[in-house]
């Protein structure tokens, strides 16, 4: 089994075999991170395509360490382009219609209820939390990783890590959320 740097210098040389492999390693993590950032499944894959996309235009930039981090840093980006583009929708076009999307059948109610709760529980954190922890928590990053991919400071990831997993909990912990 070939590691992520391998396949990453074996793609930068054009191998797209070596990119779809990479692609395939972490795609859910890509994935879910956008989709937690966003908020919306479909955006979210919007952003896991753009940053899949720009990483095979960039992978030549690739410089070593954990490729994971390479990658969410890219998506972290991407998050931050269509977040830019979603206030400028916004400020022109106030009469927009905002359509939920479909809830996939395959989902058992349970499982559907406590992903509802998640989100409501990661719509109470202030934004600076909420992406520290989707980074750390649920894309798995270091606090260096997450610091480096946000260029904010080490402490201060740490600090809004700490602080919005303990709202999470008492969050969740609450009876009403459910």
């Not at 990479?22 to 966003?38: D, Y």
């Amino acid at each position: 089994m070939r590691s992520d740097p391998d396949l990453a210098h074996a793609a930068a040389k054009g191998s797209e075999d070596a990119f779809a492999e990479l692609v395939r390693r972490h795609q859910a993590r890509v994935r879910g991170m956008a989709r937690r950032l966003t908020g919306s499944a479909a955006q979210g894959d919007d952003i896991a395509q753009m940053t899949f996309l720009t990483a095979w235009q960039k992978i030549a930039t690739y410089a070593g360490g954990t490729f994971s981090a390479w990658i969410c840093t890219i998506c972290w980006r991407e998050f931050l382009q269509w977040r830019r583009r979603q206030k400028i929708e916004i400020e022109f076009d106030e009469t927009a219609e905002i359509i939920p999307f479909d809830r996939p059948f395959d989902r058992s109610a349970t499982e559907t209820e406590t992903r509802m709760d998640l989100a409501r529980a990661l719509d109470t954190l202030t934004e600076a939390q909420r992406v520290c922890v989707v980074l750390c928590v649920a894309a798995g990053l270091s606090h260096r990783e997450a610091a480096q991919a946000t260029g904010w400071p080490l402490g201060t990831v740490k600090s809004h890590v700490l602080r919005g997993v303990a709202q999470l909990r008492t969050c969740l912990a609450n009876a009403d959320v459910a």
